[in-house]
Each structure stands twice: as C-alpha cells, then as structure tokens.
C-alpha cells in the first residue's frame, strides 16, 4: 500500500516538474500580452524636465508617443510598452540645423548625436533634387534642400532667353522638390541688380525663401549696399531672405551688417551663424583680404602649433585660425529674435572640417545655457527648434509639427544631460561627437540610446514644399 501511495507521488512530482514551468510559462506569457495590450503608448519618457519652446512650458512630466506623434503630456506616470526614464534630463524638441551638406550616413549619424533631427540644406543645396534624393536613399533625419541656382545658369547669360532658360531650369526643381533658392551673389554690383528681381519673383511664385551667399569677401560700402538693397526688396514684397553663412563670410563688417538690420527692423531678412570665432585660412589661397584683417586687428594662430601670429608678418603659416568674429558679436547674435544657427558642416577647399560640424548645438547649449545663462532652456529651443520651424514651415507644411512639444506634435524629441552636455571638437581633430545628448528619438522611433546610434533604424522623411 505504501509503494503504491509513493509511487504516486512520485508521478505527481514528476508530473508536476513537466508541467508546472509550462504553467508558469502560459501565465507569464499571458501577463505580457496583457501589459501590451493594456499599455496605453507605444513608448513613454518618464520624469523628465520638459521644454515646449513655443508655449514657455518648463516642468517635470511624462510624454506618451504613439503613431509617431506626441499624444499625451502628464505630470502623472504613464504606461507604455518602451519607456525610456529622464530624471534629471532636459527633454526639448530636436534641433533643426538650416545649414549643413548631411548626405553621406555618417554626416546623419554625427547631425542625430549632436541632437539635430532635421536637417535643411540652404546653403550648398543641389542642382538636380531627384538624383540628390536618389543618392541619400532613406534618411536618418528628416531632410530638405534647396536648388542651388549656380549650376543651372548658362555658361553665357548676355541675352533674354538665356535668361529665361535659367529661370525655367529653377522652376523645375522647385517643382521637383526644391526648398529654396541658394543665390551665390555675384562678385560685383551689376551682376547682383540684374539677376536679384528674377529670383525673387520665382521665389514669391513658389513660396519659397531666397537664400543668399556672400562668397566673395566685400568691401564695407559693397556689402552695405547690397544689404539694403535687400531690404528695400522684401518691403515691397513678401519674400523671406536669409543671409547664409554671414558669420564668417562678411568677417570684419559682420557687426555693421548687424546693426543695419536692427535699424531697418525688417522681420523677413533672416541670418544664419554658427558659434565659433575662428576661421580656418589657407594663407596663400584666401578669400580673406589679409590686409583688412591686420588692419582690424583680428588674431591669427597657427593652425599647427597654437602660437600666435604677430601682426603684419610677412611670412604667414600655410594654414591659420583666423578669429574673424567676436564674442560680443555672437552674444549679441544668440539673442537675436532674426537669427539662425547652422552648423554649415562642409569640407573647405583643403579638405578640412570645422569644429562646427559635430559641435554647433551643444556648444550653445553649453556656452550660453549652462555656463553663462544668457539663454534660458526655452530661449535655447526657440532659437534652435520652433524658430526655424515655424519659418521654414511655410515652404514645408510638415514642420508644422516639428519645433516643439505638444499634443499632435511629431515625435522628433531629445533628452539631453545637463551636467555633460559639451561639444568636443576641436579644430585639430573636429570630428568627435558631442557628450550630453542621452537619447534621440525620430517620427517616434528611437535612433539614438544611451549616446549610441543605432544605425539599422532609419526613420527620417524628405521634407516635401506645398502651398
């Protein structure tokens, strides 16, 4: 009687070693399927210091993303099936850089760990948009260019139908996908009167900024001519004008261009600049008159040994930093309501890159953030996130919902450390990727965790102009 008891226990026992994990199993399994199903967001960022630049919003809240939108801002926890925790983190909405060349992948990976997410190239641009998007493929951020007009022109333009073949080929690609008209002004005041009215005419019909180059260093009274000229054309018509690249291109006139602006308080005439002082100048081969920088007395440093270059030397180093742009004047720029920041991450006619290209963002975050306090964390995201937004929204309707943090929002969002945000680049070794931007997150998919990038997931989308 007794082995027969033990016995079946034994078969119990054994029974239960079986089936009981499977039990468990089935339980576990259903515990999760029910947390999935019951998670109300795709994906949460619990605890963070949020920052909505366009309503002034500065508190601690959770944002629940779905659909790669924001749906839903609480100050109360909230369930999703991903949650990504920001205690003690700045969570704002991701930079828009409105002057970089981020084709390649790694141009991309080196924009999203720097906490930019979308990228709009005004400055260099391309002469066909279709094979441009062709060669970018799927991007990581979301992308938009403009047509650079100088590859479209004829070789010769003495007569009116060489003129009107230009304008045709510009409309072409606008209307393939065009974002703006990049103009490299001509050397001279002839050239800058006869082709300024057609391109704004073309801008006005396609709703689409003029967006102008100075390559060529000017003369003081030059660029003050042509800057009010510019002036003079957007009061009578309504066009946005952004000057590109005005640091470092206008150099040392850079503060009278400034105060010029001021005085005309004309809303529609934008400026691009990016936080350095210093240019870097092949010697023998600048398109910086090296006597008007010795006569304004800008220090130069040796690009390979750090030294300083005594004024007037005869015998310059091949390459020298230039320090064309004062501090005070990218103070004064900063907090300029008609400024831009753009990273204008391209190589020089050398080869070179510019601490810029991976350090733009977090170094103004760092400098006049947490260092100095010249911008609060609002002001920080207005001027890199809604404000570019909001004025380039009205060539592409889809940034609209970029720029900020706000139910309906797109979910282009970063989480950035306080404590370690700082750009690393130097102009030795420009390519090193900010510190301090923690999380990336694209239309609602994650692409950068824990400062990694995570190159598998591409979830950028071609910015497309509409009326």
Do not use: C
């Not at 709703?207 to 009274?221: I, N, T, Y």
């Not at 230039?322 to 900063?334: R, Y």
């Not at 797109?410 to 306080?418: L, M, S, T």
């Amino acid at each position: 009687m007794k082995k027969a008891i033990r016995s079946r226990l034994t078969r119990l026992l054994d029974y239960g070693l079986i089936v009981g994990p499977l039990l468990i199993l089935i339980i576990v399994g259903a515990l999760g399927g029910w947390w999935y199903v019951a998670a109300t967001y795709e994906m949460v960022i619990s605890g963070g210091r949020v920052i909505d630049p366009e309503t002034g919003m500065d508190r601690v809240m959770s944002i629940g993303i779905s659909h790669g939108k924001i749906v839903a801002l609480s100050e109360y926890p909230l369930i999703g099936r991903t949650e990504i925790p920001a205690k003690g983190k700045i969570v704002g909405p991701g930079f828009i850089d409105v002057s970089a060349h981020t084709i390649r992948k790694f141009d991309q990976q080196m924009a999203l760990l720097s906490g930019v997410t979308t990228v709009i190239d005004n400055s260099v641009g391309t002469g066909n948009v279709t094979d441009l998007k062709f060669e970018i493929g799927r991007p990581y951020v979301n992308f938009g260019s403009g047509v650079n007009v100088a590859g479209l022109k004829p070789s010769t333009v003495v007569s009116p139908a060489q003129f009107s073949t230009w304008m045709s080929r510009i409309e072409t690609q606008l209307k393939k996908g065009g974002g703006a008209i990049i103009w490299n002004v001509p050397p001279d005041l002839a050239g800058f009167e006869s082709e300024l009215i057609p391109l704004v005419s073309v801008a006005i019909k396609y709703k689409v900024p003029l967006s102008v180059r100075f390559l060529v260093a000017r003369s003081g009274p030059q660029l003050t001519a042509e800057v009010q000229r510019l002036i003079d054309v957007v009061q009578s018509a309504s066009v946005n004008i952004v000057l590109q690249e005005l640091f470092p291109e206008s150099h040392i006139f850079t503060r009278s261009v400034l105060a010029q602006l001021a005085r005309a308080n004309e809303p529609q005439i934008w400026y691009t600049f990016s936080p350095y002082s210093g240019e870097i100048i092949d010697s023998k081969n600048t398109q910086y008159p090296m006597g008007d920088l010795w006569s304004a007395h800008v220090p130069m440093i040796d690009f390979d040994t750090g030294e300083r270059v005594r004024v007037g030397s005869r015998r310059l180093p091949p390459t020298v930093i230039a320090m064309v742009t004062p501090v005070s004047v990218l103070n004064e720029a900063v907090l300029d309501p008609q400024s831009l920041v753009a990273s204008d991450s391209q190589l020089d006619s050398s080869g070179r890159l510019h601490p810029r290209y991976t350090g733009t963002f977090s170094r103004i975050v760092r400098k006049w953030v947490v260092d100095t306090g010249k911008l609060s964390w609002v002001d920080a995201f207005r001027l890199m996130s809604e404000r570019p937004a909001t004025l380039f929204s009205l060539t592409y309707p889809a940034l609209k919902s970029k720029g900020r943090i706000s139910i309906g929002a797109d979910a282009d969002i970063i989480i950035i450390d306080p404590k370690m945000i700082e750009d690393w680049g130097t102009y030795q070794h420009p390519v090193q990727p900010s510190r301090g931007v923690i999380h990336v997150i694209v239309n609602g998919r994650w692409v950068v965790k824990k400062g990694q990038f995570m190159g598998k997931v591409r979830p950028g989308e071609f910015l497309v102009p509409g009326n």
